[in-house]
Nanobody, 124 residues
Framework: VQLQASGGGLVQAGGSLRLSCKAS????????MAWFRQAPGKDREFVGG????????YVPDSVKGRFTISRDSAKNTVYLQMNSLKPEDTAVYHC??????????????????WGQGTLVTVSS
């Protein structure tokens, strides 16, 4: 399984970005995909997950109302729409895949595969 993340970049505070993560290889028909972020000197943080079979999503309170996760099953791609970005959202964003579609783990230990990360920088 390979995960290809894209869409990061430099944006001003208050702006928006949409990250994409395309899965390829032996993913099976359904799985859970999540986004994590890691800022310098900080732990990796869960920012959203989606079960591709049911469409069920979970976004933590820390970003709820600003971040939305969605999927295009035909393209094996999951998106993270980030609005009203703040400088503290600056981080490397990683997508991760869990072959168990029935759970959305908030722990990075719950995921089997990881993408390479895409850098999001929010300027003030």
């Amino acid at each position: 399984v390979q995960l290809q993340a894209s869409g990061g970049g430099l944006v001003q505070a208050g702006g928006s970005l949409r990250l994409s993560c395309k899965a390829s290889g032996r993913t099976g028909r359904s799985y859970t995909m999540a986004w994590f972020r890691q800022a310098p000197g900080k732990d990796r943080e869960f920012v959203g997950g989606i079960s591709t079979s049911s469409g069920r999503t979970y976004v933590p309170d820390s970003v709820k109302g600003r971040f939305t996760i969605s999927r295009d099953s035909a393209k094996n791609t999951v998106y993270l729409q980030m609005n009203s970005l703040k400088p503290e959202d600056t981080a490397v964003y990683h997508c991760a895949l869990d072959l168990d579609e029935h759970r959305i783990s908030v722990s990075n230990y719950g995921y089997d595969f990881w993408g390479q990360g895409t850098l999001v920088t929010v300027s003030s």
